[in-house]
């Protein structure tokens, strides 16, 4: 078996933490994979299956990860078959711990269910019922808020919740739920908030503060893209005769952006922001109409007033002694939220137990309530008993996708893995997390991969004990290991990723500079023939004037008549059909309607359709026509049956439905109503036609469904 120089060092590397940073395509399943068979056959220091636990993203991931490495001892037993040591190790693959995060923490809880003081016949819930449970436990926490009369809740509903319901508060209390648990310790979670917010309550102090620290960031990268893309314009197309005066209003430009970043103080930049005036588009003369990169030109002048007035509006129209004063009045009205979502938490929790039932991040906390004894002031944890039992069982811990996981998982992890048992194994990209949303937190990839000595120092000056970036911190460091070469794709289509992504991916958009030390490499052994043709990039460009609505519907359509075309050049030029395949990133409601599409432009195509019965196009059309028989101010259905032959009307008539009625609040019409509405104004009298013909015919429906079942 033929490893990569940095696949070789991953596998054999021993005694320390390993992060292997691998890209897509470098073969980490296989490296994984390797290492742990290799562990279980070492001569000197063999383990057992047993004494690995292995943590992945997917049940798949986790399923296709015990296959391969049955199938590695498998293949030694046939060189050896009197083995007997090997033999129990393939009959133990099916018992190992090989599984999700979730899975773990689920037999966790089931083997110390009594410590946990949980049932185990406990199960996870279905979305619909925790949602239920969910929506009553609002209800609850609501009632008993308002009939408390406390006057912090009552400024915190005037504040908050203005109109004629809860909504907005309800939402308030989901959304701080939700962040809370992606905390270790909710308490000391509150504790760094609220020292936020008493830095937010004083100009003295505002600027130390999180908030500020990212806002002053975040406005440094918009204005610090936008000069380069000045600057960028001033190289390509300017220094022409015919464009002295766009040159002078760019450089202009350019000029006030560069006085922009240089102003430190908050305040000065709130006044350079009030002061700041640009010059309006000079009229193009006939020369300069003549000028080819005249619209650019103008273009990218009308972008910088448009971005420098929206940070503007959504920074600096505001005094910060005035936003310190607000602050310090909404204080009690975030230690109201705190209350509400602490008791909404409590409730939510109390009515699982009382079922039985839970979900998966309450998995995780149960789990993690089993695995420390205690936090210290520092937020440190203290291992219980349970995870010193782990840690003394597992002699070797891998954990796949290491980029997506969030703090609870991490300090899971770090209490199974004690300082110094040097036995954690980690992979993963932080170029593919994908999961902020979940809470994922690309940032521990992150400090362990700026804390982990690289492979080469790790060779020159033995195994690391001590952090690269601050010696001083005596935390533990390990060694990470780079997998760039890819074996998945052919050098034109690496080459295309690593332009395009060398130019957009930066540590602050992205967590990661896309440097060479990480861009994609051909690998050899991988499909490594010489392309005669580059790889090419067609962009289809929406257009942001129309309605949301008009481009949604004609996204898949438009980009499939892209296709069909290039397919048609390609056939030309004397491919086949069988030479070209349409790969998208997920076929969920897309691939259907390109086949259908390209077989109608004449174009043979097929797709490996996953959708059951009733996710089928038809059967959808004619749930979607029921639904709004039972009820027609169902916008989502209404739009799916009018764009059908039922209503037969087309995306843009559909559009046309909502931008041309002469009602100034139309955006707050149901189709429906809209449809009222045209039929009564409108110009078109084939869309009237067609619209007429449509509610006829579903009236008729309306008015019989009352004697007869739906």
Request: proline fraction near 3%; hydrophobic fraction near 40%; glycine fraction near 6%.
């Amino acid at each position: 078996m033929n490893f990569t120089k940095e696949q070789e060092q991953a596998v054999r590397l021993r005694d320390c933490d390993i992060l292997v940073s691998a890209g897509a395509g470098a073969g980490k399943t296989r490296v994984l994979v390797s290492r742990m068979a290799e562990m279980i056959l070492d001569e000197e220091h063999p383990l057992s299956v047993n004494d690995f636990l292995v943590m992945t993203f997917t049940n798949a991931a986790a399923e296709e990860m015990r296959e391969r490495i049955t199938a590695e001892l498998d293949l030694r037993l046939e060189k050896e078959p009197q083995n007997r040591r090997l033999r129990r190790q393939v009959r133990l693959m099916k018992h190992a711990d090989i599984s999700t995060v979730h899975s773990f923490c689920n037999r966790l809880i089931r083997t110390h269910f009594n410590e946990a003081g949980i049932d185990p016949s406990f199960r996870i819930g279905e979305e619909g019922e925790l949602f239920l449970l969910r929506q009553k436990a609002m209800e609850d926490v609501l009632e008993e808020a308002y009939e408390s009369g406390r006057e912090s809740f009552r400024r915190f509903v005037e504040a908050y919740a203005p109109g004629k319901n809860d909504r907005m508060i309800e939402n308030l209390i989901e959304e701080m739920y939700r962040f809370s648990r992606g905390f270790p310790d909710r308490d000391q979670w509150l504790i760094a908030v609220r020292e936020e917010e008493r830095l937010l309550e004083s100009p003295e102090t505002v600027t130390k503060s999180r908030a500020f620290l990212t806002l002053s960031a975040r406005v440094r990268g918009v204005l610090e893209a936008l000069l380069a893309e000045v600057e960028a314009g001033l190289d390509l197309f300017c220094g022409a005769p015919e464009s002295e005066r766009f040159d002078a209003l760019l450089t202009e430009d350019a000029e006030k952006i560069q006085a922009l970043l240089e102003e430190e103080d908050f305040d000065a930049l709130c006044e350079a922001f009030a002061g700041l005036k640009l010059a309006n588009l000079p009229r193009a003369n006939k020369k300069e109409k003549e000028w080819p990169y005249l619209e650019e030109a103008q273009a990218l002048h009308k972008t910088v007033r448009e971005e420098l007035q929206q940070i503007r509006q959504d920074y600096f129209l505001y005094d910060l002694r005035e936003l310190c004063r607000e602050n310090r009045e909404l204080s009690g009205c975030f230690e109201e939220l705190i209350t509400l979502s602490g008791r909404y938490e409590e409730l939510y929790f109390q009515s699982k137990k009382d079922r039985n039932v839970y979900d998966f991040d309450d998995l995780e906390h149960i789990a993690l309530s089993l695995l420390v004894e205690s936090y210290g002031e520092d937020g440190q944890p203290t291992p219980s008993a349970v995870a010193k039992e782990l840690s003394e069982k597992y002699k070797a811990v891998f954990v796949d996708e290491y980029q997506d996981t969030n703090l609870v998982q991490e300090t899971i992890l770090n209490t199974i893995c004690r300082e110094g048992n040097n036995n954690l194994f980690v992979v993963g990209d932080v170029k593919q997390s994908i999961y902020r949303f979940r809470q994922a937190r690309p940032d521990l990839f992150l400090s362990r991969y700026d804390r982990y000595h690289k492979t080469e120092e790790a060779a020159a000056g033995g195994l690391p004990t001590e952090s690269q970036e601050n010696p001083a911190a005596g935390q533990p460091a390990g060694v990470r290991v780079e997998l760039r070469d890819n074996f998945r794709s052919v050098p034109g289509v690496l080459g295309l990723c690593n332009l395009v992504f060398s130019r957009l991916m930066d540590r602050q958009f992205g967590g990661v500079d896309y440097t060479e030390d990480i861009a994609l490499r051909p690998g050899k052994g991988g499909p490594m023939e010489q392309e005669k043709e580059e790889s090419e990039m067609l962009l289809l460009i929406e257009d942001a004037e129309k309605d949301n609505l008009a481009m949604e519907v004609h996204s898949v359509e438009a980009e499939t008549a892209m296709i069909a075309r290039r397919i048609r050049g390609l056939l030309e030029e004397g491919y086949g059909y069988g030479d070209m395949v349409i790969l998208l990133r997920s076929d969920a409601g897309r691939a259907e309607v390109m086949a259908e599409f390209l077989t109608a432009a004449g174009i043979p195509a097929v797709c490996e359709s996953r959708t059951g019965y009733f996710q089928t196009r038809e059967v959808q059309l004619v749930l979607n026509y029921l639904a709004i028989v039972d009820n027609v101010y169902q916008d989502i259905p209404m739009a799916s049956v009018l764009l059908s032959s039922i209503g037969g009307l087309t995306e843009e008539e559909l559009a046309r439905l909502r931008v041309l009625t002469s009602a100034p609040t139309r955006q707050e019409y149901a189709f429906f109503d809209l449809i009222e509405i045209y039929l009564a104004e409108g110009k078109d009298e084939g869309l009237r036609e067609k619209l007429d013909r449509f509610v006829e015919q579903l009236l008729y429906f309306r008015r019989k469904k009352k004697e007869m079942p739906l």
